[in-house]
């Protein structure tokens, strides 16, 4: 008890005595809450910093990721395109082949009706 809490207690009744040793009692504890509020509010604060640093890595990853992903995109385009512009050819190439069989049978062809 305070010296204060002292001298109250001898200039009040025993009972204003008691009341003041409860006032002391109720603010010592309120200070011990007060304490441990902000010792958790110091903790809160550090986890929200923490988790706002790890957003902002985890967006610059995503981005990273979009970028990749675009590019990716981009060139399975192109490669579609290219392969489209092959089978293409492949296809005129086989023409051409068949074309070419065509005239070497129509010549053979001449040559047993002809010698």
Known sequence: MSVDGLTGCLLLPS???SQVSS??????????NMKTLEV??????WR?????TEIKL??????GADRKQEYGEKNINKLNHR????EDDIVRQKLKVQKVANEMDDTFDD?????
Do not use: P
Not at 23 to 32: F, Q, S, T
Not at 48 to 52: A, I, L, R
């Open 83 to 86: 392969i489209d512009e092959i």
């Open 48 to 52: 929200e910093e923490k988790f706002q």
């Open 58 to 63: 985890l967006m610059v990853k995503l981005k």
């Open 111 to 115: 040559m047993m009706v002809n010698y």
């Open 23 to 32: 006032l002391e009692e109720e603010l010592r504890m309120i200070g011990e």
């Open 15 to 17: 009972s204003g005595c």
């Open 40 to 45: 958790s509010e110091e903790k809160a604060l």
